[in-house]
């Protein structure tokens, strides 16, 4: 399975701030955004992957991640001229995925939560062995503000709404989704909505059609923002941080995942800490490589 992370966009509900900065670069708590989404896909086992990104910020993701190497993974760059919707991604990335599965991330997305690794593991296995398409429903208290998915008792979908005037449940659909060999081709099939994008409810919606779009409820002990507001980018920054100080270890730490997946050496992982030695990141680096901490 490869994975692409969408990270281009204006970031309108950022302005005036990302008037000059992509909001992937902005720090939630004490690392990049992107660092977070792009972790989970390396906690999955995931090393290629292709990262959407605006013409005029390629040069500053490669600064940031270069091609992946230094984690053991493969990054490229795909362009997008102009953001046009989310499945946008899909076939903008469809010459280097073909036929294969993928991991389909949005970049302000931020989850946390107790063996999510599992969680994901599970529908991944079942989109590679099974095929069709996997959301995830996260439980909200105004889902007219959201994608909403209506479900029966096995997880199989009955519908997706967009902002339902209303809502035929009360969980929302986030920004992480499994698709099988098809997405590039039925991506293909989404016609631009009322406002003029390529919806990825539509996309969800074309497997929906084949009978072949499964659920899964982020439940309790889960926690999600999407970060593209002030208030959500606020809470998702707190959240981290308490969590980091509470327990010890960090969340989003690409450099911790290639170490703990074995792809980069003790010696690797002490040469990148080299460059954050001022930092409490480089600290939490060159602890876990002098102290082989075991637990995530």
């Not at 969408?6 to 660092?35: C, E, F």
């Not at 500053?60 to 493969?74: A, H, N, P």
């Amino acid at each position: 399975m490869k994975a692409i992370i969408l990270a281009g966009g204006s970031g309108t509900r950022l302005y005036p701030t990302t008037q000059i900065i992509n909001k992937h670069l902005l720090p939630i708590y004490n690392k990049p955004m992107i660092y977070y989404p792009l972790s989970l896909a390396m906690l999955l086992k995931i090393k290629d992957i292709y990262m959407v990104v605006n013409p005029q910020d390629k040069s500053l993701f490669e600064k940031l991640l270069g091609d992946g190497s230094q984690f053991g993974i493969r990054i490229q760059y795909v362009i997008q001229e102009k953001p046009r919707g989310l499945s946008e991604g899909i076939l903008l990335c469809s010459p280097y995925i073909e036929h294969e599965p993928v991991l389909y991330l949005l970049g302000d997305n931020i989850l946390y939560g107790h063996d999510l690794p599992k969680l994901l593991e599970s529908a991944k296995k079942e989109v590679e062995s099974s095929g069709g398409a996997y959301c995830f429903g996260y439980y909200v208290h105004d889902p007219e503000r959201f994608g909403i998915v209506e479900f029966d008792e096995q997880g199989n979908v009955l519908s997706i709404e967009e902002k339902p005037k209303k809502p035929k449940s009360h969980y929302a659909v986030i920004g992480v989704y499994f698709f099988d060999g098809q997405a590039c081709k039925l991506a293909q099939n989404v016609k631009p909505s009322a406002r003029g994008e390529l919806e990825i409810t539509s996309l969800l919606e074309e497997y929906l059609k084949l009978g072949k779009l499964k659920v899964k409820l982020l439940g309790r002990g889960f926690a999600w923002f999407d970060a593209g507001t002030y208030e959500s980018f606020l809470e998702a920054g707190n959240f981290v941080a308490t969590i980091e100080r509470k327990t010890g270890l960090m969340i989003g730490c690409p450099e911790e995942v290639a170490f703990r997946n074995g792809w980069i050496s003790k010696e690797d992982l002490l040469k990148l800490a080299k460059k954050m030695d001022k930092t409490d990141y480089g600290k939490y680096l060159r602890r876990l490589a002098e102290e082989e901490v075991h637990a995530f």
